[in-house]
């Protein structure tokens, strides 16, 4: 389906919205010789068994050319899914590395990553945290070893829940720290607040899109860039009504309603333009209205609803559907119309016999000399 250029109304639903969801937060410091460094540390969202969390870090000491941080956990947490950092677990111990692209940090420079996780029976945050085996205090001395003194409690910001809520939040962040390298397919997963987190969804998302990656390059002998992780996990600021309703003629056609108000939202708080220079840009958001909803591509981004997120993460019936349809969205976000016939290609119907479709010489012509064949490497 290729997607039309008629959302002036619908485009008006980006606002500013102000962030009422769980929130809680840590600032630890520490110092060593020659180096310092400050960490916060804040849940940015948390629902039954998960939460969300940015880790913003402050180099205070002589430029770095990498970053490794680490913290314990105290309850038994674990990190499921994380963006902008390379994070691994060994028992409660979490190590976090610097990604390709933000491993650099002048004096006073920051950068920042996030993750999912899980928590039992309470989601408490670290009491420290070390950068490249320093303790971070928040100062800079000449002392050849750190101290611990000083780290104090924790502070808690005033709307902080004392314990984990059993929904999810209202009006939940999860922006990560930074944007992705340019010349990239960004990929975003928008889960609303009344959708519970599962992490079937950004695992099966970045599954189909490592399909459609490994086709691109079969049929063109090169391909799109994923970023690491490939989903961005999205908590979106309003319920499913919201976006089935929003800017919606309750008496015209409601094929677009839901996927413009997630791209409205994703240009609002991103910043990313339609077309974007930048990326090529992937959205799927788990809201639908039955039988109504619908997604579809155009030069430069592909919007996908709620059944097309449900097939990716294996609730919606055999996955070679769901390969064919990104297969084909995405040769509409670099620049393909629809085929006229079902002619065997992925630009037609024959999407659906996935993977017995290919893209014609023309088509691949299209893509290597189309508006985002910069892109392919």
């Not at 920051?110 to 009491?127: K, L, M, Q, R």
């Not at 808690?156 to 944007?179: D, Y």
């Not at 037609?348 to 392919?376: E, V």
């Amino acid at each position: 389906m290729h997607k039309g250029r008629t959302r002036a109304v619908l485009a008006a639903g980006a606002m500013a919205v102000s962030l009422v969801g769980v929130t809680i937060a840590t600032t630890v410091t520490g110092h060593a010789a020659t180096v310092g460094c400050q960490v916060s540390y804040s849940v940015s969202s948390q629902w039954t068994a998960g939460f969300g969390a940015n880790v913003a870090v402050t180099n205070l000491g002589a430029p770095i050319t990498g970053w490794t941080l680490r913290w314990s956990f105290g309850a038994g947490q674990t990190v499921t899914q994380a963006w902008n950092a390379t994070v691994t677990q060994s028992g409660a111990a979490v190590t976090a590395v610097n990604a390709s692209y933000n491993g650099s940090l002048a004096t006073a420079g920051s950068t920042s990553f996030g993750f999912n996780g899980s928590w039992n029976a309470s989601n408490p945050v670290p009491s420290s945290f070390t950068l490249n085996g320093t303790l971070c205090t928040g100062s800079v001395t000449g002392s050849t070893s750190a101290s611990p003194t000083g780290l104090g409690t924790p502070s808690r910001s005033a709307s902080a829940s004392a314990s984990p809520s059993t929904s999810p939040s209202a009006s939940p962040s999860t922006s990560p720290g930074g944007p992705p390298p340019t010349h990239t397919v960004r990929v975003f997963w928008l889960k609303p607040t009344d959708v519970a987190y599962d992490p079937a969804y950004p695992n099966g998302i970045t599954s189909v899109m490592q399909e459609a990656q490994r086709f691109y390059k079969q049929q063109l002998g090169k391909t799109f860039t994923l970023n690491n992780p490939a989903v961005e996990v999205v908590n979106g600021q309003h319920d499913t009504n919201w976006y089935i309703t929003n800017n919606c003629d309750p008496n015209g056609d409601h094929y677009w309603c839901v996927v413009f108000n997630m791209q409205a939202e994703l240009e609002q708080r991103f910043g990313v333009n339609d077309p974007d220079s930048r990326w090529l840009i992937v959205g799927e958001v788990s809201a639908e209205e039955v039988n109504k909803s619908g997604g579809g591509g155009s030069p430069g981004w592909v919007l996908l609803s709620g059944h097309d997120a449900d097939g990716a993460a294996g609730k919606n019936g055999p996955m070679d559907r769901w390969y064919g349809g990104m297969v084909h969205e995405l040769g509409h976000a670099f620049g393909l119309p629809d085929a006229t016939s079902t002619d065997g290609t992925c630009m037609s119907a024959s999407l659906y016999d996935y993977p017995n479709c290919t893209f014609n010489q023309t088509q691949k012509n299209g893509i290597l000399n189309g508006p985002y064949a910069s892109f392919l490497s």
